[in-house]
């Protein structure tokens, strides 16, 4: 019995003594707008837990800067140390993700992954010309090195990241002090982060307790994945293109609905991807100024000219869109190129055929007579029945019912011609009996 008291003691001991808690939360693919917003709400969710840290798993090609700052002040506020660990081999943290690992309390690399490269480009890949090229490497180089300084890590390396494109694999960042541990898997990271003190962003240090800790996960919400996904501007090119050109053929083909419907849908989404990202006002007006040609073209006669024009404009729109200098990311070529050839293919043929959808019914009409497409004028019909008066009734126009109104009286039976029609009521006017043949 004395024996079982002091074994009943520390087991109660054990039993009251919780394990710590750590987060785990992974960001893989652009930094954007939904990316921030998934990591203030992990942030959170471990603060009102208590946690001991939170780890965000990375692998990203970089994103928009204005959503690393917004990032960077998050983690900065952040009561829980805020570890990203770059994970599996092969990810890597480039552009944007650069900075977002400076920004941490703790940055971990798997060996075989990398970092660097964050260096602003234009949208086709070029360094930015002049004073716009100078500005923003220039801010992105302080911003780097601001944070370098803060976390005690390798600040002329950070510059280099931005200033010269540098990239370093995971054993080189290790050994120039941009990060502070290796750590192949998240087994090994909480090994090298059990009793580790970093620097936290309100001043002071924390020591690191996770021996035995109870992992727990956070995941995007359905709203944070859609989000993410519209926040690309390959998705938003792609959903305004298909977004016109429904709509363009709706406009062609007046009646079909469902394509003008869903043409609708995709460009208000498109409009709303586009609201995630930092727009040049150039670029917008361009991709406007096209849709108005392309959308023209169905009600001017321009034997194609407005559609080309339309196609150039929003071609050249896109590609002016996105800012490089606050984007990791823009339209890819890859993208871009079949969108124009797609786009600029499926206008011209549209409206080749509705041009000849129109000509062809001109010459029905011709063909039996009548007037403008669409209407009843010249048209030849019957009196069905007549008021007593003799001058309003129904008459039958190409096997329709229409109510009519004559000047003249006129009975069932007689033959009549459509004057003009006020809406749904046609003025009619006795048909001119053919002469009749003259004797010899």
């Not at 506020?77 to 943290?93: C, E, F, K, N, T």
């Not at 043409?263 to 991709?287: D, E, K, R, W, Y």
Request: hydrophobic share 50%; net charge neutral; glycine share 12%.
């Amino acid at each position: 019995m004395r024996l079982l008291f002091p074994l009943f003691l520390v087991l109660l001991a054990q039993l009251g003594h919780a394990a710590p808690v750590v987060r785990v939360a992974e960001i893989r693919g652009s930094i954007n707008p939904a990316t921030a917003g998934f990591l203030r709400s992990s942030i959170a969710l471990a603060e009102r837990e208590g946690a001991e840290a939170l780890i965000v798993e990375l692998d990203t090609p970089g994103g928009l800067l204005a959503s690393v700052r917004d990032m960077a002040q998050a983690m900065d506020r952040s009561a829980v140390p805020v570890v990203v660990h770059v994970v599996p081999a092969g990810a890597a943290a480039t552009s944007a993700g650069a900075l977002l690992m400076l920004a941490s309390h703790f940055a971990a690399m798997a060996p075989g992954t990398n970092i660097g490269a964050a260096h602003p480009v234009g949208p086709k890949g070029e360094d930015l010309p002049g004073a716009l090229g100078e500005k923003a490497v220039n801010d992105t180089a302080a911003f780097a090195r601001g944070l370098a300084e803060v976390h005690g890590r390798n600040r002329d390396l950070a510059d280099a990241m931005v200033a010269r494109s540098r990239s370093l694999s995971a054993r080189e960042a290790f050994a120039q002090n941009l990060i502070e541990a290796l750590a192949a898997d998240r087994t090994e990271l909480l090994a090298r982060l059990e009793g580790k003190s970093v620097r936290m962003g309100q001043g002071g240090s924390r020591t690191l307790r996770v021996s035995g800790a109870d992992i727990r996960r956070t995941e995007m919400t359905l709203g944070q994945k859609l989000l993410s996904l519209l926040a690309d501007p390959n998705i938003a090119a792609i959903l305004m293109s298909l977004g016109v050109l429904l709509i363009y053929v709706e406009l062609s083909n007046p009646g079909i609905t469902v394509a003008g419907v869903t043409g609708a849908i995709c460009l208000l989404i498109a409009l709303m991807s586009f609201q995630l990202l930092p727009i040049q006002t150039g670029g917008l007006l361009l991709v406007l100024f096209g849709i108005l040609l392309m959308l023209a073209e169905p009600f001017v006669v321009s034997h194609g000219i407005l559609a080309i024009g339309g196609v150039a404009s929003f071609a050249l729109g896109l590609l002016w869109l996105v800012d490089p200098s606050l984007s990791g990311t823009r339209v890819s070529l890859l993208v871009w190129i079949p969108i124009v050839v797609g786009l600029g293919s499926g206008v011209l043929l549209i409206g080749w055929a509705a041009a000849r959808m129109r000509l062809l019914s001109r010459r029905t009409l011709e063909r039996i007579g009548g007037g403008a497409v669409g209407g009843l004028a010249g048209y030849e019909g019957h009196v069905e029945t007549v008021s007593s008066d003799g001058r309003a009734g129904k008459a039958l126009f190409r096997g329709e019912l229409w109510d009519f109104r004559s000047e003249m009286p006129v009975k069932r039976g007689d033959s009549i011609v459509a004057v003009r029609n006020e809406g749904f009521l046609i003025h009619i006017a006795p048909a001119t009996p053919a002469p009749a043949p003259r004797e010899r």
